[in-house]
C-alpha cells in the first residue's frame, strides 16, 4: 500500500535538490524512497548521495594538465621530494 507524504521546505532548495536528482537519473519520489529505504535498513542516517566536483584549485589543476601547462618533470624520487619539501 502506498501512502502519500507533505513536507514543508524552502522553495529554492527544493529547486537545488530536483536539479541534482534530474542529473542523477531519478526523481524526488524516488530519492525520498531510497532514503527512507537506506534510514530503516541502518537504523539512521547512513550515506550521502551527491555529485562530486573538485573545489576551484583542484579544477585548476586539471585544466593546466589538460593544458600541459605548469607540469614539473622530476627524474627522481630525491628531486621530487626535495621540490615538495621547498
Known amino acids: ?10 522553495k ?3 529547486i537545488d535538490a530536483e536539479n541534482i536528482f534530474h542529473q542523477l537519473g531519478i526523481s524526488m519520489s524516488a530519492a525520498v524512497n531510497i532514503f527512507f529505504k537506506a534510514v530503516t535498513e541502518h537504523n539512521g542516517i547512513p ?8 573545489n576551484k584549485q583542484t579544477a585548476a589543476v586539471l585544466n593546466d594538465i589538460n593544458a600541459k601547462k605548469n607540469i614539473k618533470k622530476f627524474s627522481t624520487i630525491d628531486s ?4 615538495l619539501d621547498s
Open 12 to 14: 529554492q532548495l527544493k
Open 1 to 10: 500500500m502506498k501512502t502519500a507524504i507533505q513536507v514543508k521546505t524552502d
Open 47 to 54: 550515506f550521502e548521495l551527491k555529485l562530486s566536483r573538485p
Open 80 to 83: 621530487l621530494m626535495n621540490d
